[in-house]
């Protein structure tokens, strides 16, 4: 399996990350991850099938988060204005669009 | 009436009769409120974000799995299905997805949602042989199999870089890939194509909706199933999906606006796809050890 790093920079990095501005600890998601990892920590009265499993998941659930995050962010910067209109794009290149006296149609 | 009155009209018509495939259909009370900004937009223009028109987001189990609330009012796919999905972690996800949307609902930035709506409604109307078919056909021309011989350093990258995924497929799944540096792509052998088919005939549809979605984005079977087996992470399957367009940024430069673009959206595509076939494939139980004396 490829490095993910300890479970628990994991978990850190997961939690806040869920928040929409309010209080993330109010959240179901924030519950069911806590609860998730909690489950899956290996003692020694659990039976472990694959221990990589869940951080696998996690390690995948921060990656979308991170990823959604980034790209709304380039989105919104480079993207998020919409198209130019034909005037504005006339005008890039020096170009008037021609005038038309009574009005178009 | 003024033409961008009229313009908007058009376009809530448009909305109320075909709206996307893929998006959700929101409740009534979202009908009204039309799209926004709307003014000197083409025809073909992506539709406008609509407004948050809910407040709380909360998950309730049903009769046939988990189902999403916006206030009270059940979430439904673009085909007026119920949306329900069979795993309560998958619905605390998409939940977090719409309870994560600011002002307005910004539908491209909901992979998960997207994914579970096409699994339940299914706008392809494919079987799953067909979503099988599809899936190893990309073997054919699988990314990790077309090397180029020129330059040099990029053909020692891809060599050095992608070897060690198909060398780890090939023991894994015990066939024959191997890489082809023809037009054609390389020779796969019918029987390697036949265990691909009876492995992922071992998932179930919404996995294999998932997986398809995976494999289309990385343009490679290969690299969908080493991150579906868990085998590298999301990070470095995108990476290895993108050797050449990473090794050209080396070279020429990166354009934030296009290339950093394009990983993140193909990074949150993949990491949501991976996600949605583990979510979908699982039956997680937590079994304690008997005690020995």
Redesign the interface.
Known sequence: MAALGAPLRTLRALLPLRTAGRSYRDSPAYRHVLAAFRAHRVTSEKLCRAQQELHFQAATYLCLLRSVREHEALHREYHGKGERSPQEVAGLVGFRLPQQPGGKG | MSSVAMWRGCRRLWWAHSPPTRLPRLPPAAAGSGPV?TC???AY?PPAERKRFYQNV??SQGEGGFEINLDHRKLKTPQAKLFTVPS??LA??V??EW????DTI?F??M??TTLCNTALDNPTQRNKTQLIRAAVKFLETDTVCYRVEEPPALAELQKNEWDPVVTWAEKRYNVTIGSSTSILGPNIPASTKDTFISHLASYNMWALQGIEFVITQLKSLILSMSLID???????AVLLSRLEEEYQIRRWGNV??AH??DL??L??RT??G??FV??CS?SST????L?QD
Do not use: M, P
């Open positions: 900004g000197g937009r083409r223009a909360s998950i309560e972690a605390i996800a939940a977090t309870d994560s949307q600011k910004k491209y930035t992979h998960l868990r085998h590298i992470t999301v990070e470095k934030e606006w950093d673009y993140c959206e990074r949150a990491a949501a991976t996600l583990h979510l699982e937590v079994k304690h050890k005690l």
